[in-house]
């Protein structure tokens, strides 16, 4: 494919989007972000009453419209209360591979706009002082958040304004090495978020159209399974961009653009799915078609909702997904070039 993408611009926006924490829920500030962008770039927004995002893209033809269905809501934490000794005790949100946020830096989010640092601990969290600090089970009622303030008890920790309900989020720790993986949490989904992203600096730095009616749709709970329950009437199709799965029988590698035929939630359209895989063969795209076991979408959630739509998946590949995450810009740049073929060449 002769086109050439501007990693530079991709790479910059992925790592600003990462930066901004956005738990499912607590979203605003990320979506106001692209909805910036989106305006400097010359393209509508507006939000529907859920807070997601629309980016309407022009078509060369109004007569039919394919929706990008991605996410910018995350994992991460909520305030479920305040430990006697002053600590949090906090709930889930969404499926956090819990073993990992051991030992990882935190902000708590108060609803006076208040941010205060911590970091979410074992509550065995020292190996000289207990027992069983190396072996206690790393779940929600093992572990808290110790909080960077002079606070020994719940009345401390009440005066700084944190209550149950605040939103909890983890530093991601967004790393590009040299070799081109860029490591961090929330590449689900703020990877695809960026190659969806990337198509409007590509759309305008080319001067080209899509041949359809174009809307990406930002997702603000997806993580939590209704993200694009309901989507605008005039979509006659989806085409999601979520992370691709990588390890067990599946054949995907950070460097490729996954193509998902069936995840959890059954199987996605077989015209769709079959034109993905066909640009991806004729035009040397790295591509790996696998089966997501324990997976949904955007997508899914947009079915499930009774919208009278058909459906696809794709998504650069990620590991170690809902812990540490890894992705490459190679898995990057193939998403982009995979759904800009869709999307500008006859069907």
Same mark, same amino acid.
């Given at each position: 494919?002769? !086109?050439?993408? #501007?990693?530079?611009? *991709? %790479? ?5 989007? @990462?930066?901004?924490? /956005?738990?499912?829920? $607590? ?65 889930? !949100?969404?499926? #956090?591979?819990?073993? *990992? %946020? ?5 902000? @708590?989010?108060?609803? /006076?706009?208040?941010? $205060? ?231």
């Amino acid at each position: 494919m002769n !086109i050439e993408l #501007n990693r530079e611009f *991709t %790479l910059k926006l992925l790592e600003q989007i @990462i930066n901004i924490p /956005s738990p499912t829920g $607590y979203c605003r500030d990320v979506i106001a972000f692209i909805e910036k962008l989106a305006l400097e770039l010359g393209y509508k927004f507006e939000r529907n009453k859920k807070g997601n995002g629309i980016i309407e893209i022009e078509g060369e033809s109004d007569d039919y419209c394919i929706g990008i269905p991605v996410h910018v809501d995350t994992l991460g934490a909520m305030v479920r209360s305040i430990n006697k000794h002053g600590t949090i005790r906090f709930t889930s !949100i969404g499926g #956090n591979l819990l073993p *990992t %946020l051991d030992g990882e830096y935190c902000k @708590i989010h108060t609803r /006076s706009g208040k941010i $205060y640092t911590g970091t979410i601990l074992s509550s065995s969290p020292s190996v000289h002082v207990f027992e069983d600090a190396k072996t206690r089970d790393r779940n929600e009622e093992n572990m808290m958040v110790r909080i960077d303030e002079a606070a020994s008890n719940r009345e401390d920790v009440q005066k700084l304004g944190i209550s149950t309900g605040d939103y909890i989020s983890v530093d991601p720790k967004f790393t590009v090495t040299d070799s081109g993986f860029i490591k961090s949490r929330y590449m689900d989904d703020k990877a695809g978020t960026a190659c969806a992203l990337s198509l409007l600096e590509l759309f305008r730095r080319l001067g080209t159209k899509p041949k359809n009616k174009v809307k990406i749709l930002i997702s603000t709970y997806e993580e939590v399974g209704h993200g694009c329950a309901n989507i605008p009437d005039d979509i006659d199709e989806l085409v999601g961009i979520d992370m691709g799965c990588v390890g067990l029988d599946l054949s995907c590698t950070e460097q490729e653009v996954s193509i998902c035929p069936k995840d959890s939630s059954g199987p996605y359209d077989y015209d769709i799915t079959g034109r993905l895989i066909e640009l991806a063969r004729r035009h040397g795209i790295r591509h790996a078609v696998d089966i997501y076991p324990m997976y949904g979408s955007d997508v899914s959630s947009s079915l499930k909702g009774g919208n009278d739509i058909r459906g696809g998946l794709i998504g650069p590949g990620v590991h170690a997904s809902h812990g540490m995450e890894r992705t490459h810009i190679d898995g990057i740049e193939n998403t982009i070039k995979l759904i800009y073929a869709y999307l500008t060449e006859v069907q």
